[in-house]
């Protein structure tokens, strides 16, 4: 009875080893990962307090594709031509994840055909977005006023309910007015003489063009309520399947070894 089993142990380890090859291969696949369908909530507070009437607009800019625990963001035709060195492997630094930020962001407030999302704060200052599809966001500041924000980009689609984002906001305090221009003093009233006198004529005032303060794009990424521990993007939380498969094929060539050894140890000599 005990020679059969070990007959069988080497069948038995084999078909371990082959189902955990072939499983990630059947069940592994971006949508496991990845659901639609998700929430997104902007948070606009500044020193604890909500800021209400902020418009705060949304824009896929990539869509997300899982293979094997490697995600890679690749550009939607929309911004394909904005920037010339796009990683999607998102391996980069903070100033480069703020540079590509403020390119789209321009880009998404030149062109009006682009698709976007955009909602008002509230009383407490969230803008919330429901039924998103996976993919890499750009968040960014409609209607910049006293209260302003900078670009960011937020996944959407991870192993979470909801996605939320609470960006850095600074206030700009009121402008001082204009000083009221000084009136021109009036001309004297010429002395009636036996000769005329020809009164100069007033000079015409140089009208004073208009200094056009052009909106600038912020340079710096939003960060979240803690910094990121370094540079990258968030783990996924994806599998290492490699890893796992390589481990589970060593430990089969090892108990199918010992098998064989141990029936050629039992077997009688002839």
Known sequence: MKKSKMKLLPIVLSIIIFTSMVSPLLGASAAEFWNGDKLLTVEIRYNSTGVRNVEVAICRVATVNLS???VRFELV???KDVVDDWSEEMNISNEKFQEFANAFARHLASDATIDRIVERTDEFGIAGFEDLENGLYL???VNPGRYTFLPGFVQIGR???EEIVIPKVEYERERPPRPTPT???AYPTPTPSAIPTQTPPRP???PTPTELEEPEVPTASFPPEEKPPDDKLPPTGVFNWETVI???TALGVLFLAIGLIM???RSPSV
């Open 263 to 265: 029936q050629k140890r």
């Open 139 to 141: 968040v960014m500041q």
């Open 77 to 79: 035709d929309d911004f």
């Open 204 to 206: 015409t005032p140089t």
């Open 183 to 185: 009136p021109t003093p």
């Open 68 to 70: 094997y625990g490697n």
């Open 246 to 248: 390589i481990t589970l």
């Open 159 to 161: 192993n979470v309910e």
